[in-house]
Each structure stands twice: as structure tokens, then as C-alpha cells.
């Protein structure tokens, strides 16, 4: 089987912002755009971004200036995500309050999660980045070392310890994703946190300490199926703050047939070919936004 390259940015990458890092250490300048009435605010509440919504076209991201915002960067959890241009752009936390900016009628908080398909792919990176960092910031208060309170620093991009002074710093778990082929079929599964939705989908798992990428993609092929692997080609990586890891995606010829399944992770599993992915009957697959089904569908196209 030939490679597969990917044609484009996957859905959540491709950022317009210009992350300018050099600013975050700047606190004059920092504390000058705050106060920007054009600098714009990209709100997260309790893991959902803020969006407009129409019918019959895409979601954008709402990013909101100055003005509507107030005082609030004072009083909630903030970060500097980079540069729109010109203007500033801040991720905020309103997870502390029950009615987050009452007063903005053309716009709702959603799980990007859910609707990551429907929204403008520039607006659903933005949206990605703020939700992923914010997340970081509400479990990174105290210290995992000492156990005492942490500050941000560098524009919401560090929290310092009090105590020990340690820096710690945003993490990204990295996660393989792989389309496992044999000739014309595709090893699909269905995962065990989808019992209630017959959603059969390429094989995943976090990479653990001491191992390779390529390693992580046979072990945990071979743990969900039984089912080993060789030739582990990259195709692209897509950013997954769901709550903070980045998918990093692959393809690998099986070098055996029978599957073996980890009934801990997996429902079912099985050989699919081109014609039942093109034409699914009885179950679905996954989201289009998702590495998943770009990994499958640039396969069905090959």
C-alpha cells in the first residue's frame, strides 16, 4: 500500500492567530492590551466556548471586545492567545459564574466537542486553543510537587508555585490514531464508551513513558485486537483539547488476520472493506471533523 498524505490542515489546526509569545513576558504590554477596547475576548464556561449559530451556515467563534467583557479579566482566569491581525486576542474563564454575560443575546456557550463539524475551521481552532488552555489553568492552582498555591505568569502560560517555585507549564498528552489495513479492509472497532451508538472507528490509545510513537501504535493495536503490525506510516496530527491531548495519526499494514479484542476497550471489532465504509449499514462512523474518519476516508479514496 502507497502512503496517504494528508491535503490539508485537519479540522481544530490551522490557527489564523499569531501566537506573538514574545509578548507574554511583557507585562506592560500585556496589561495595555487588557485594557484595549479592541482587544477581543474568546469566553470559555464549564469546557464550552461561546459561538453564534445561524441556520444554514457555519458557527463562528464569538469573540467579544473589551467593552462587553468589563471588568471580568480582573476576576476570572484569563490567557493571551496571540495576535487577529492587529487586535489581541484573550481566552477567559467565566466557569465561576451560573449566567455568564447575561447581557450578549446573539450568542451561546457550546461543547465544540459536539458541533466541531458545523463551525468555520478558523473560528473552531481558536475556539479549540482557548478551551485547551483554559482547562489547563483550572487544574494547574496548586503545586503538584509541593502542594502549595500557584500564580500564572507569562500571560496564563505558566503557573508559578509559591512554595517551591516551580514552573510548571501546559501539557499535551500525546495520542496515536491508526488505520490498520489489509489489501481492500480496514480494521475498524467499536469503542466501549460508545454503547449506546453503534460508531465504529480507527483504533487509539496515549503513548506511554519510555516508548516511540511507531511502538505505541503495534502495542496498542495489538492490545485492543490482537492483531500485529508493521510498515507505520505518519499522516498528520490533528489538536484534541478534550480535555488536552493532541492526536498524532497513523496508517500500518496488519501482519496478521485474527482479531483478539480487549473486551475492556472494545464492543467489537472487525474487517471492513471499501464498499461497506462507503455504504455503512447498521452502524456509523465517526465525525467528519474528526482524525478518525479523515484517516478513513482519504484511505476509501486512494
Same mark, same amino acid.
Given at each position: 500500500?502507497?502512503?496517504? /498524505?494528508?491535503?490539508?490542515?485537519?479540522?481544530?489546526?490551522?490557527?489564523?492567530?499569531?501566537?506573538?509569545? /514574545?509578548?507574554?513576558?511583557?507585562?506592560?504590554?500585556?496589561?495595555?492590551?487588557?485594557?484595549?477596547?479592541?482587544?477581543?475576548?474568546?469566553?470559555?464556561?464549564?469546557?464550552?466556548?461561546?459561538? %453564534?449559530? @445561524?441556520?444554514?451556515?457555519? @458557527?463562528?467563534?464569538?469573540?467579544?471586545?473589551?467593552?462587553?467583557?468589563?471588568?471580568?479579566?480582573?476576576?476570572?482566569?484569563?490567557?493571551?492567545?496571540?495576535?487577529?491581525?492587529?487586535? &489581541?486576542?484573550?481566552?477567559?474563564?467565566?466557569?465561576?459564574?451560573?449566567?455568564?454575560?447575561?447581557?450578549?443575546?446573539? &450568542?451561546?456557550?457550546?461543547?465544540?466537542? %459536539?458541533?466541531?463539524?458545523?463551525?468555520?475551521?478558523?473560528?473552531?481552532?481558536?475556539?479549540?486553543?482557548?478551551?485547551?488552555?483554559?482547562?489547563?489553568?483550572?487544574?494547574?492552582?496548586?503545586?503538584?510537587?509541593?502542594?502549595?498555591?500557584?500564580?500564572?505568569?507569562?500571560?496564563? $502560560?505558566?503557573?508559578?508555585?509559591?512554595?517551591?517555585?516551580? $514552573?510548571?507549564?501546559?501539557?499535551?498528552?500525546?495520542?496515536?490514531?491508526?488505520?490498520?489495513?489489509?489489501?481492500?479492509?480496514?480494521?475498524?472497532?467499536?469503542?466501549?464508551?460508545?454503547?449506546?451508538?453503534?460508531?465504529?472507528?480507527?483504533?487509539?490509545?496515549?503513548?506511554?513513558?519510555?516508548?516511540?510513537?511507531?511502538?505505541?501504535?503495534?502495542?496498542?493495536?495489538?492490545?485492543?485486537?490482537?492483531?500485529?503490525? @508493521?510498515?507505520?506510516?505518519?499522516?498528520?496530527?490533528?489538536?484534541?483539547?478534550?480535555?488536552?491531548?493532541?492526536?498524532?495519526?497513523?496508517?500500518?499494514?496488519?501482519?496478521?488476520?485474527?482479531?483478539?479484542?480487549?473486551?475492556?476497550?472494545?464492543?467489537?471489532?472487525?474487517?471492513?472493506?471499501?464498499?461497506?465504509? %462507503?455504504?455503512?449499514?447498521?452502524?456509523?462512523?465517526?465525525?467528519?471533523?474528526?482524525?478518525?474518519?479523515?484517516?478513513?476516508?482519504?484511505?476509501? $479514496? &486512494?
Amino acid at each position: 500500500m502507497n502512503a496517504i /498524505h494528508p491535503t490539508r490542515p485537519n479540522a481544530l489546526a490551522g490557527s489564523p492567530l499569531d501566537r506573538a509569545g /514574545h509578548h507574554r513576558t511583557d507585562a506592560a504590554w500585556i496589561t495595555a492590551r487588557l485594557a484595549d477596547p479592541a482587544t477581543l475576548f474568546a469566553p470559555v464556561w464549564r469546557a464550552r466556548t461561546l459561538m %453564534r449559530t @445561524a441556520q444554514g451556515a457555519a @458557527a463562528e467563534a464569538a469573540l467579544l471586545p473589551g467593552a462587553v467583557i468589563g471588568d471580568a479579566a480582573a476576576r476570572h482566569p484569563w490567557a493571551f492567545l496571540g495576535l487577529l491581525g492587529e487586535a &489581541a486576542v484573550f481566552a477567559i474563564d467565566l466557569s465561576a459564574l451560573d449566567d455568564p454575560l447575561p447581557g450578549v443575546a446573539d &450568542a451561546a456557550f457550546h461543547d465544540l466537542r %459536539r458541533i466541531g463539524g458545523s463551525v468555520a475551521p478558523a473560528d473552531a481552532s481558536i475556539m479549540a486553543h482557548a478551551r485547551g488552555l483554559m482547562h489547563w489553568r483550572a487544574r494547574h492552582r496548586f503545586c503538584g510537587v509541593c502542594g502549595a498555591a500557584c500564580v500564572p505568569g507569562s500571560a496564563g $502560560h505558566v503557573a508559578l508555585c509559591q512554595g517551591c517555585g516551580t $514552573h510548571h507549564f501546559p501539557r499535551t498528552d500525546p495520542a496515536v490514531i491508526m488505520l490498520v489495513t489489509d489489501g481492500d479492509r480496514a480494521l475498524l472497532g467499536q469503542p466501549s464508551a460508545f454503547r449506546t451508538m453503534r460508531v465504529f472507528t480507527t483504533l487509539a490509545g496515549f503513548v506511554e513513558p519510555g516508548e516511540s510513537l511507531e511502538e505505541a501504535v503495534a502495542r496498542e493495536v495489538f492490545e485492543e485486537t490482537g492483531i500485529r503490525v @508493521a510498515r507505520v506510516r505518519y499522516h498528520s496530527s490533528q489538536p484534541w483539547p478534550f480535555p488536552s491531548s493532541i492526536m498524532l495519526g497513523f496508517h500500518a499494514d496488519a501482519v496478521s488476520r485474527d482479531i483478539v479484542i480487549d473486551a475492556n476497550e472494545l464492543i467489537e471489532a472487525g474487517w471492513f472493506t471499501r464498499d461497506q465504509l %462507503r455504504d455503512p449499514e447498521g452502524f456509523v462512523l465517526p465525525p467528519d471533523f474528526s482524525i478518525a474518519r479523515r484517516l478513513i476516508d482519504e484511505w476509501l $479514496h &486512494a
